[in-house]
């Protein structure tokens, strides 16, 4: 939860989890709309944290503040413990090597095939690369995010939605990134594709370690794959939790959000899920 740790059972002193990103006090407006107003948060190292919000409650512009790509009216953000406010581009770029992106609609340049897509960061922090070296890249990152080898030729128009969002995965991983930002990941997607997407983000961020910042509207993704959850609603992050944390509180759009027809259904889905994966564990267990 966002308020005072409960104190620790673990006698450790650096059981603690490292903090990757750090939101003080931020602020955002445009014009006299005020989006942001207080905003607090903190992603620690190794979560998928998801954040949650209605539409247009700011969590594309919180993420493009943590990016460096908009200026905020006040606040500290710091990334891999480095100030992020107010430095350009190649100040930024020591850590903007360490994180990918893939922006809501996954945004590939519809000139460039997929597998030039995936070399853009790569030409970018590394121009001496020789093109056998991109192409190599470029066809490891198109295999580990779960498409055919043979669609690095093709361009975006030749893709399905689901490839796409694959595509724009397979480009954020291309610098190896120890921080993934994922705006909407699994929007257009059907169940069964956001299932499976899904399950690609959780695998990745396991086997690579990746900090996940995640934003999404669709409540299987935070059952399934999100550690911990972040609410942004008036104004501010109002709570940060597990999902059973966040439903124990009295908030109106949390209760709404997380009680509603479609949030018990994903809750019931997700318990369901436990269960045959308790239910084959057991059966494992018994053959062995
Ligand atoms: N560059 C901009 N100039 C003016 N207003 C903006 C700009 N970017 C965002 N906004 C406004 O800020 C508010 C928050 O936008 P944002 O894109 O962060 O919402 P969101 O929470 O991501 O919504 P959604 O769930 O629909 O993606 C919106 O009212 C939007 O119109
Ligand atoms: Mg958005």
């Keep these: ?59 594309s512009v919180l993420m493009r503040s943590i990016i460096g790509l908009q200026t905020p009216d006040a606040g500290e953000i710091t990334v891999f413990g480095q100030p992020v406010i107010g430095r350009g581009d190649s100040e930024l ?3 903007r090597k360490r994180w990918g992106i893939l922006f809501q609609g996954a945004a590939l340049f519809s000139t460039l095939t997929l597998a030039e897509n995936v070399q853009v960061p790569l030409r970018e922090f ?27 030729p093709k361009y975006p128009a030749e893709l399905s939605g689901g490839m796409r969002k694959r595509a724009g995965i397979a480009r954020a991983l291309s610098l190896d990134p120890e921080l993934l930002f994922l705006d909407e990941p699994t929007a257009g997607l059907d169940p069964i594709g956001a299932a499976a997407f899904d399950q690609l983000i959780r695998d990745l961020s396991k086997r690579l370690g990746l900090t996940v910042f995640l934003i999404t509207h669709d409540l299987d993704t935070l059952y399934s794959i999100c550690d911990r959850v972040a609410v942004l609603a008036d104004h501010k992050v109002v709570a940060v939790g597990t999902i059973p944390e966040l439903l124990a509180l009295d908030h109106e759009w949390i209760q709404e959000y997380f009680r509603g027809p479609r949030g018990r259904a994903a809750e019931e889905a997700n318990e369901a899920a436990e269960n045959e994966a308790a239910a084959n564990a057991g059966t494992g267990d018994a053959e062995r």
Excluded at 5 to 26: F, Q, Y
Excluded at 126 to 152: F, Q, T
């Design 1 to 59: 939860m966002s308020t005072a740790p409960a104190p620790s059972r673990d006698p450790k002193p650096d059981a603690e989890p490292e903090i990757v990103i750090s939101v003080r006090g931020l602020r955002n407006s445009f014009g006299d709309q005020v989006i942001h107003d207080g905003v607090d948060l903190d992603v620690r190292q190794g979560e998928i944290l998801g954040v949650v919000g209605g539409s247009g409650t700011g969590k």
């Design 126 to 152: 590394y121009p001496r690369l020789s093109e056998k070296l991109l192409d190599e890249i470029a066809a490891y990152k198109i295999v580990m995010v779960g498409l055919p080898p043979d669609a690095a």
């Design 93 to 95: 770029q020591p850590i």
